[in-house]
Nanobody
Framework: QVQLVESGGGLVQAGGSLRLSCAASERTFNDFAKGWFRHAPGKEREFVSAISSMAYYSSYADSVKGRFAISRDNTKNTVYLQMNNLRPEDTAVYYC?????????????????WGQGTQVTVSS
């Protein structure tokens, strides 16, 4: 059974912070890159951030650079997304994903496993 479970979403006021977590059911996923995507109504699924297997490299969308930070704790099979200075336009369902490769990618089709998503709503 392959499973990715996101948590940490919720309702927050503009300027606030949230930390999303994604726990993997299989320890072998620690060998692969992980990413976060988001999907807002009326928009295509959008890349947010990704991190390599050993956390040597990370990547961010321009819209979140300087505000969000991705990290991972392989002892817990978990990847995190720290979101600071949130804006209403950050409102979306956020998805955790794992690809079958060690290095980062930014396209959804490069990822093989997906979580169920967690809702983030930022009020003005």
């Amino acid at each position: 059974q392959v499973q990715l479970v996101e948590s940490g979403g919720g309702l927050v006021q503009a300027g606030g912070s949230l930390r999303l977590s994604c726990a993997a059911s299989e320890r072998t996923f620690n060998d692969f890159a992980k990413g976060w995507f988001r999907h807002a109504p009326g928009k295509e699924r959008e890349f947010v951030s990704a991190i390599s297997s050993m956390a040597y490299y990370s990547s961010y969308a321009d819209s979140v650079k300087g505000r969000f930070a991705i990290s991972r704790d392989n002892t817990k099979n978990t990847v995190y997304l720290q979101m600071n200075n949130l804006r209403p336009e950050d409102t979306a369902v956020y998805y955790c994903a794992v690809r079958s490769a060690r290095n980062i990618a930014t396209m959804p089709q490069d990822y093989n496993y997906w979580g169920q998503g967690t809702q983030v709503t930022v009020s003005s």
